[in-house]
């Protein structure tokens, strides 16, 4: 990252403030940047923030991104999040073109059930490499644009898993626990600059490629459940699905949370665990 573009997303702040008066559009005038957007959770924030008036690049290891997100007339960037040099690169370039970041979306992941800690190898590693190490490297490429941006939000996507773990997804959930707690210490480090960081966690979002039928199988097993038991396990018996959380990413990141920071927003059709 140069001066040079640091400059540019400070001096980009004032004229933005302009575009910004559309009350129809909460991120008009905006620069939002969303991770696993192929499919998912991370489509559908890409379109909600880009209906909501944002400019979106959405970035993924799955080349599919740039096809997917092209045909709903939004960027796709093919990036491998846990090569530090490529992401860098990629969040230089969106201000390069764009003039500034104000919204992050911390949202690819990998979930693997299943797997108990005696027998737990490489896949540990893998959790924490993409969903761990690379949302810290996602915080640190983009907070120096953020400190300059527009109503800037950092939203990372937890998980249930988290505060209600379950056996057989000890580095799943072990990675879950490091996002929040690293959003945690970003609310506390970026406050003084006005960037708010708010943590999302999600359960049972069945329209998307994490829950593969075997994934499905296994985690209902880990439970005593079958499939359909547990696709409907939640208190309130409702289905989620990813444009409910990706709805909840634009208005997180808006104006009726804009004196909220270091929170945490369970999306989870109510849990007893958490609860
Ligand atoms: N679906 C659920 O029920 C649920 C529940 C809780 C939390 N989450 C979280 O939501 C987020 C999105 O998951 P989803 O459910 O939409 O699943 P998904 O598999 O559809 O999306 C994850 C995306 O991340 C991408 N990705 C994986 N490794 C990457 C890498 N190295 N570089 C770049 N991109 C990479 C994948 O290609 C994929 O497109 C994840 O962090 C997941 O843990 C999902």
Not at 52 to 77: F, H, R, W
Request: hydrophobic fraction near 45%.
């Amino acid at each position: 990252m140069s001066q040079e573009l640091i400059a540019k997303a400070e001096s980009r702040k004032e004229a933005n403030a302009l575009d910004l008066t559309n009350p129809l559009k909460p991120h008009a005038g905006k620069v939002a940047v969303v991770t696993g957007a192929a499919g998912g959770i991370g489509r559908a924030t890409v379109n909600r923030l880009r209906a909501d008036g944002a400019t979106v690049v959405g970035l993924d290891i799955n080349p599919a991104v740039v096809e997917n997100l092209s045909e709903e007339g939004t960027q796709g960037v093919i990036c491998d999040i846990t090569d530090d040099e490529k992401f860098q690169a990629v969040i230089d370039q969106v201000v390069a073109d764009h003039g500034g970041i104000d919204i992050i979306v911390a949202n690819a992941g990998i979930f693997k059930a299943g797997e108990y800690i005696e027998d737990l190898g490489q896949s540990w590693d893998l959790h924490m490499k993409i969903n761990l190490t690379a949302t810290q490297r996602f915080l640190r490429f983009s907070i120096p644009y953020l400190k300059h941006g527009f109503e800037a939000s950092i939203i990372i996507i937890g998980s249930r898993n988290y505060a209600a773990p379950g056996p057989g997804a000890a580095a799943y959930s072990v990675t879950k626990a490091g996002v929040t707690q690293l959003a945690r210490v970003a609310a506390l480090e970026l406050a003084p600059h006005g960037v708010r960081v708010n943590t999302l966690h999600p359960d049972a979002v069945f329209d998307t490629e994490i829950w593969t039928q075997e994934v499905l199988e296994t985690s209902a097993a880990r439970y005593g459940m079958t499939v359909q038991e547990y696709k409907t396990k939640n208190l309130l018996r409702t289905e989620i699905k990813s444009t409910d959380i990706a709805q909840l990413v634009s208005v997180v990141a808006g104006k009726a949370f804009i004196a909220t920071t270091g929170a945490q927003i369970p999306i989870d059709g109510g849990n007893d665990r958490v609860i």
